[in-house]
């Protein structure tokens, strides 16, 4: 069945450096990939969506990649602020008879130390 | 503003009873979603609906069974046969069911046990 793996629980760092979190999928070909933020208590807020054919997509600080090769999105936040202190999950769509139904990863919890 | 509502944002449940979370939706959307998140866990999908009077079974959909009369309500009922209903429930629409539109969550109702 398809999987989705996040890099380690949690990632620890210091103010104004760039936070890189990881997104693995095994035995799935995604049409799409979403990245949210969710802060303790709320529900998840999307951020980004990616497509298998785009390599890379930008919003202000934020910055996705989707590698259908080694079947990985990284998801990067440069100049890092507290404020961009979550969990940020992952989250692929499926196609045919998987359409509309997301799978999410675990989330890795972010915490950017000033 | 448009959102997603849902209430109770806390709800207790007794042994043996059945219990209902509203989840409303002023976006004009098509579809909605239920999730099921424990602590630490991303997101299962309880059951979906892609329009109104039509929903599916998602991956974890024994003890739970919603409705849509209304393409604003997607009702969600814990039964008794869910042993083990303590989580965060989180309700979601989109634009359409299976495109590339992201997800709009509300920000979930704790279930407990008494």
């Known amino acids: 069945s398809q999987k989705i793996e996040q890099n380690s629980e949690a990632l620890n760092i210091q103010e104004g450096k760039t936070a890189t979190l990881t997104c693995n999928y095994t035995?799935?070909?995604?049409?799409?990939l979403q990245w949210y933020r969710q802060d303790p208590g709320r529900g998840p807020v999307f951020l980004l969506l990616?497509?298998?054919?785009?390599k890379e997509k930008r919003k202000e600080r934020l910055k996705v990649t989707f590698d259908t090769t080694l079947k990985q999105s990284l998801f990067h936040i440069t100049a890092s602020q507290p404020a961009d202190s979550a969990t940020y999950l992952c989250a692929l769509d499926g196609i045919g008879t998987n359409a509309g139904k997301s799978t999410f990863g675990d989330g890795t919890t972010l915490t950017v130390k000033p | 503003d448009g959102g997603i509502t849902q209430s109770p944002k806390y709800l207790f449940r007794k042994e043996g009873q059945n219990v209902t979370l509203s989840c409303e939706q002023n976006l004009n959307h098509d579809a909605m979603y239920w999730y099921r998140q424990d602590p630490g866990q991303g997101l299962r999908l309880i059951y979906y609906s892609q329009i109104v009077n039509d929903f599916q079974k998602g991956d974890i959909a024994e003890g739970y069974s919603v409705s849509r009369e209304k393409k604003e309500s997607f009702p969600l009922t814990v039964t008794s046969a869910q042993k083990n209903p303590t989580a965060f429930y989180l309700c979601?629409?989109?634009?359409?069911?299976?495109?590339?539109?992201?997800?709009?969550f509300g920000d979930g109702t704790r279930l407990s046990i008494l």
């Open positions: 979601a629409s989109s634009i359409e069911l299976g495109y590339n539109q992201p997800q709009h």
């Open positions: 035995n799935y070909s995604p049409a799409y």
């Open positions: 990616i497509r298998e054919n785009e």
